[in-house]
């Protein structure tokens, strides 16, 4: 933890609490002392959360966007439906941006939450989609580590935030089109420590999924080195 992480999480949160009062992320209610706080969100819009269902139309987004490397990806899971209420959105965008890490282990725990009612279990370790080490630096940590965590707690399985790496620094892609998309991601990532995934089924988690072809590509990496399946679990459906 660098000191501009320890001024931030000791010093900058409590002054700003002080300063300004916490608001719910979804709607911008004020927050007394009784509201549910942690993952930031209101009572109502905690109880609200706008559940994402159609699993089989992340399998045929899959299918679209990764024909050319080939499908990697055994089965996807996502939370939060962003076509049914794209406020929730800046749970996500805070998580990632505005150093809101709570957020990141709170929906954590509610993605394995789901994903226990839904019966999308069976997985014996989980890892995050990793981001490059540079950008780790900037940001200061990466959103899809804390989510790995929180599932790992939520379901009981150890989580790996080491062994898979990215090795291309990439810009944004979300600055990009979508025809670009999946030529970006090949070969970027690699996997430091191949015995550790052979004959397992691994969890890759991520905090959206658009096309899936991100996540298709640590996929693609992990059953390269003897993974016996990869499913993808992410906090919200773009
Ligand atoms: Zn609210």
Same mark, same amino acid.
């Given at each position: 933890?660098?000191?501009?992480?320890?001024?931030?999480?000791?010093?900058?949160?409590?002054?700003?609490?002080?300063?300004?009062p916490q608001?719910?992320?979804?709607?911008?209610k004020i927050l007394v002392d009784d509201e549910?706080t942690?993952?930031?969100?209101c009572?109502?819009?905690?109880?609200?959360?706008?559940?994402?269902?159609?699993?089989?139309?992340?399998?045929?987004?899959?299918?679209?966007?990764?024909?050319?490397?080939?499908?990697?990806?055994?089965?996807?899971?996502?939370?939060?439906?962003?076509?049914?209420?794209?406020?929730?959105?800046?749970?996500?965008?805070?998580?990632?941006?505005?150093?809101?890490?709570?957020?990141?282990?709170?929906?954590?725990?509610?993605?394995?939450?789901?994903?226990?009612?839904?019966?999308?279990?069976?997985?014996?370790?989980?890892?995050?989609?990793?981001?490059?080490?540079?950008?780790?630096? /900037?940001?200061?940590?990466?959103?899809?580590?804390?989510?790995?965590?929180?599932?790992?707690?939520?379901?009981?399985?150890?989580?790996?935030?080491?062994?898979?790496?990215?090795?291309?620094?990439?810009?944004?892609?979300?600055?990009?089109?979508?025809?670009?998309?999946?030529?970006?991601?090949?070969?970027?990532?690699?996997?430091?420590?191949? /015995?550790?995934?052979?004959?397992?089924?691994?969890?890759?988690?991520?905090?959206?999924?658009?096309?899936?072809?991100?996540?298709?590509?640590?996929?693609?990496?992990?059953?390269?080195?003897?993974?016996?399946?990869?499913?993808?679990?992410?906090?919200?459906?773009?």
């Amino acid at each position: 933890m660098n000191i501009i992480n320890i001024l931030n999480e000791f010093i900058a949160k409590p002054a700003m609490a002080l300063l300004a009062p916490q608001r719910c992320l979804v709607c911008g209610k004020i927050l007394v002392d009784d509201e549910f706080t942690k993952a930031c969100m209101c009572k109502k819009c905690y109880n609200n959360l706008p559940l994402f269902t159609n699993f089989d139309e992340m399998n045929t987004r899959l299918i679209g966007s990764v024909s050319r490397e080939g499908q990697a990806v055994d089965r996807a899971f996502g939370m939060i439906n962003r076509r049914q209420n794209s406020k929730y959105m800046q749970l996500i965008y805070n998580l990632k941006y505005y150093n809101y890490r709570m957020v990141g282990y709170e929906l954590g725990r509610e993605l394995a939450a789901y994903m226990q009612q839904c019966d999308f279990v069976g997985f014996d370790v989980v890892i995050p989609v990793p981001i490059h080490a540079a950008k780790k630096r /900037e940001r200061g940590y990466n959103q899809s580590d804390l989510i790995a965590k929180a599932v790992g707690d939520g379901l009981g399985i150890p989580f790996d935030l080491k062994s898979v790496k990215r090795i291309v620094y990439t810009n944004t892609q979300t600055k990009q089109g979508q025809g670009n998309r999946h030529k970006n991601v090949e070969g970027i990532f690699q996997v430091d420590n191949p /015995e550790k995934f052979r004959d397992k089924c691994v969890l890759v988690v991520d905090d959206v999924f658009t096309t899936g072809s991100t996540i298709n590509s640590v996929a693609l990496e992990l059953k390269a080195t003897g993974a016996k399946s990869v499913c993808a679990a992410t906090l919200a459906v773009a």
